[in-house]
T-cell receptor
Framework: AQSVTQLGSHVSVSEGALVLLRCNYSSSVPPYLFWYVQYPNQGLQLLLKYTSAATLVKGINGFEAEFKKSETSFHLTKPSAHMSDAAEYFCAVSDPSGTYKYIFGTGTRLKVLA | NAGVTQTPKFRILKIGQSMTLQCTQDMNHNYMYWYRQDPGMGLKLIYYSVGAGITDKGEVPNGYNVSRSTTEDFPLRLELAAPSQTSVYFC?????????????FGPGTRLTVL
């Protein structure tokens, strides 16, 4: 069965510092991986997704993630944090069968310090 | 386009009451999903549908029912509300292109059962 693990339920960074949010996956088949962001009191919106076309994936708002098969990881990074990046971030893997259900990680809440 | 809309935004129920959470999408997506989000637990799939008239259970279906009579609507029914159903509920939809499809989320319904 597929699963994702997000290390660190809370991460704090200073404004302007590097953002690194970790996601590791467990899959017996090639995974399709997603990062979603949830701002306070809102639904989830897609940041980026890995579709096997390229291992380095660029998303919205300056975020990117690198798929590393050898490490079974898909960590999310941003070179310079902005106050508006404060949110909860979810990593998800898609079920490759016909239902295409997502399996979500438990989320990482990012706090940006002034 | 409105995307995925959910009503109501907030609701307080007494134990044993029933209610229906409404979800509508205007993107002509065949696939629709209901998730619940509990603190520190990420999102768990309750039910999903791959088209009108077709529904199936997700990871946490107990205490809920769904129907899908049209492509646009996917209501979630709670028959006998219990405190354990206090949660934030998200509806999502996607086009059935494959496992890399983006799921589009509604803004959520915050339900409290007292």
């Amino acid at each position: 069965a597929q699963s994702v693990t997000q290390l660190g339920s809370h991460v704090s960074v200073s404004e302007g510092a590097l953002v690194l949010l970790r996601c590791n996956y467990s899959s017996s088949v090639p995974p399709y991986l997603f990062w979603y962001v949830q701002y306070p009191n809102q639904g989830l919106q897609l940041l980026l997704k890995y579709t096997s076309a390229a291992t380095l994936v660029k998303g919205i708002n300056g975020f990117e993630a690198e798929f590393k098969k050898s490490e079974t990881s898909f960590h999310l990074t941003k070179p310079s944090a902005h106050m508006s990046d404060a949110a909860e971030y979810f990593c998800a893997v898609s079920d490759p069968s016909g239902t295409y259900k997502y399996i979500f990680g438990t989320g990482t809440r990012l706090k940006v310090l002034a | 386009n409105a995307g995925v809309t959910q009503t109501p935004k907030f609701r307080i129920l007494k134990i044993g009451q029933s209610m229906t959470l409404q979800c509508t999408q205007d993107m002509n997506h065949n696939y629709m999903y209901w998730y619940r989000q509990d603190p520190g637990m990420g999102l768990k799939l309750i039910y999903y549908s791959v088209g009108a008239g077709i529904t199936d259970k997700g990871e946490v279906p107990n205490g809920y029912n769904v129907s899908r009579s049209t492509t646009e609507d996917f209501p979630l029914r709670l028959e006998l509300a219990a405190p354990s159903q206090t949660s934030v509920y998200f509806c999502a939809s996607s086009a059935p292109g494959g496992p890399t499809d983006t799921q589009y989320f509604g803004p959520g319904t915050r339900l409290t059962v007292l």
